[in-house]
């Protein structure tokens, strides 16, 4: 969300917004403090608002004191249900949500270890795919999703898996390791792949790995979502197995455009889609360097 922060602001001063007319808050991560802002800034009457829901449990909300006060509002990253999506288009309402669809995230997490082959990720010779999830907030449709859809991707191409064990994490490189480091106390070598629901819980997860005494691509695999900057390096040297790019570049553009599309009047769609990209050894230093 650095990133996206970031490109964001430089993408609206390229589009003519003057930088003071530009207010970026930081909800830290709690929907209460993140309410306040967005109280504060219906307060001030603003343009337009694009937010990166805390809990996309709060969409409905949060949409409802926004359209009451007759400011357009653009959702980006996770995702409202798409009951919430209905309401916007039933009522006609400026309201859209700009991101990626957290199930191809997802699937391109498995895809990337149904890739590497059974032969290669079997280690234990039991004929299943053996691997833990170290989940986001699981209220967060992008966790739901990425869980959901990285052990469908190797079902749906043939693979038998075993769940040895499911945590949440919280999104946290702190609460990852500590948890990725129970899982090998407790299931040690029978573990095959980590999958985890961001890469700042694979970070965490890696210094579990290396701590046990495991090495990713020759005892265990490792996989996470976002392209973290750090990730993509361990990608490239081979100590994460591979992650999936949220195109903060895409993302941060649409949601700009969609933004500027409101307040000239122009109206948008009410679900605006970026696509995932996979990252492996293959195309990681492209990715890199698109980052730098």
């Not at 917004?17 to 930081?26: L, R």
């Not at 075993?162 to 106390?185: C, P, R, T």
């Not at 210094?207 to 490239?236: C, F, M, P, W």
């Amino acid at each position: 969300m650095t990133l996206f922060r970031t490109e964001l602001e430089k993408y609206l001063i390229e589009k003519g917004f003057a930088k003071e007319n530009i207010t970026i808050v930081d909800g830290a991560n709690d929907q209460a403090t993140q309410s306040g802002q967005i109280d504060s800034f219906i307060a001030d009457g603003v343009d337009v608002l694009i937010i990166n829901l805390v809990n996309s449990s709060s969409a409905a909300t949060v949409t409802d004191k926004v359209v009451a006060a007759n400011i357009p509002l653009v959702y980006i990253n996770r995702e409202p249900a798409a009951d919430e999506q209905q309401r916007w288009a039933d009522n006609n309402w400026n309201v859209c949500y700009v991101g990626c669809d957290a199930r191809q995230s997802g699937t391109y997490q498995g895809e990337i270890i149904g890739d590497l082959g059974l032969d290669a990720v079997d280690f234990n010779k039991n004929g299943k795919i053996d691997y833990i999830m170290i989940k986001g907030d699981p209220e967060n449709v992008d966790a739901q999703y990425r869980t959901e859809f990285s052990i469908k991707a190797l079902t749906d191409a043939g693979f038998e898996v075993n769940k040895l064990d499911e945590q949440v994490g919280m999104w946290d490189q702190v609460k990852g390791a500590e948890l990725v480091a129970n899982s090998l106390s407790q299931y040690g070598n029978d573990i095959e792949v980590v999958f985890c629901n961001n890469d700042a819980m694979a970070l965490g997860a890696l210094q579990s790995i290396q701590s046990a005494g495991r090495k990713v691509g020759t005892d265990i695999y490792l996989v996470g979502v976002d392209a973290l900057t750090e990730v993509v390096e361990y990608v490239i040297s081979g100590d994460i197995t591979g992650t999936v790019f949220n195109d903060h570049f895409a993302q941060s553009h649409n949601a700009a455009d969609a933004a500027i599309n409101y307040i000239t009047g122009a109206g948008n769609e009410h679900n605006i889609q970026c696509d995932y990209k996979k990252v492996t050894k293959d195309n990681a230093q492209e990715i890199l360097d698109s980052l730098k």
